[in-house]
């Protein structure tokens, strides 16, 4: 006998609906949209017309990295509450804003989302920064490996400094070790 794939036996048992709760029903057609991992969408800028298309593709929580400055004219965190999502906010400027504090901050917003979920900056660069940090300083990935990761969630020009924060953080880590 053959064996059952075990997200095919998981979805099964699991019932109907319960795959439209974990992932989205379509990837949205939206600015540089990729699923990076299950539940999980990884994107672009939003502007008004994208709304009713993420929340029709069936994402429930919009997770923004953008300010609120680079939209002047486009108020997202009504536009997203009125289509019924839920939204949150966690403004970075760029490669400054590479913290660890932000970076905890990131992974306990996208660990508490409810499923699917986007998040999204201006481009998915930030998006991939903060979670490629997130893979090497939460999950303890090496820098590779979270740089793989960051790339998959939209990670380009802001890769350079997220792989020196990154091994700049391993090396520290390194050097308060009793040796």
């Known amino acids: 006998m053959k064996p059952i794939p075990l997200l095919f036996l998981v979805v099964a048992l699991a019932g109907p609906g319960c795959a439209s709760a974990t992932y989205p029903t379509a990837l949205p057609t939206v600015a540089d949209a990729v699923s990076p991992a299950p539940g999980i969408v990884s994107a672009g800028r939003l502007d008004a017309d994208d709304i009713s298309r993420v929340r029709d593709a069936g994402i429930r929580h919009v997770i923004d990295l953008t300010l609120d400055a680079e939209t002047p004219d486009f108020d ?73 990761i960051g790339r998959t969630w939209g990670l380009k020009g802001l890769e350079e400094e997220v792989r020196r924060r990154i091994e700049a953080d391993a090396s520290q880590a390194r050097s308060k070790v009793p040796g």
């Open 76 to 148: 997202e965190a009504a536009a997203v509450r009125a289509a019924g999502l839920l939204y949150s906010n966690l403004p970075l400027r760029g490669a400054v804003d590479l913290t660890r504090e932000n970076v905890m901050a990131f992974d306990a917003i996208v660990r508490d989302a409810k499923r699917p979920v986007l998040v999204h900056c201006a481009s998915g660069n930030r998006v991939g920064a903060m979670a490629a940090l997130r893979a090497a300083w939460v999950d303890g990935k090496e820098a590779d490996e979270a740089i793989a």
